[in-house]
């Protein structure tokens, strides 16, 4: 495993210094996604700067719990179907599949 690099950082004005094992360019993608959020609360009307990150940061928190529900949900159903599909074939004779 790599050890952690350190990475500087731009976000809205400030300069951050992050210790990662993420590479470099996933950070400052993650960093421009935040920045573009921001960037649209405050085209729509946002002026405050740090009410405009506030608000990005829970639209993105909503989005990760949302997909987390998703992926449970996805996941259930598949563990329901394959249980189904174990029933169904043993209740079908064994020269139907």
Avoid: C, Q
Wanted: hydrophobic letters at 40%; aromatic letters at 2%.
């Amino acid at each position: 495993m790599s050890e952690p690099a350190r990475v500087e950082l731009n976000v809205l004005g400030e300069t951050l210094m992050l210790r990662s094992k993420a590479a470099p360019e996933h950070l400052r993608a993650l960093a421009a996604f935040l920045e573009e959020r921001v960037g649209e609360l405050e085209r729509g009307g946002v002026r405050d700067r740090r009410r405009a990150l506030i608000m990005a940061a829970l639209d993105i928190t909503d989005e990760l719990f949302r997909a987390r529900e998703d992926t449970t949900r996805d996941t259930d159903l598949a563990d329901r179907l394959g249980a189904l599909r174990a029933e169904l074939e043993r209740a079908t004779p064994s020269d139907l599949h």
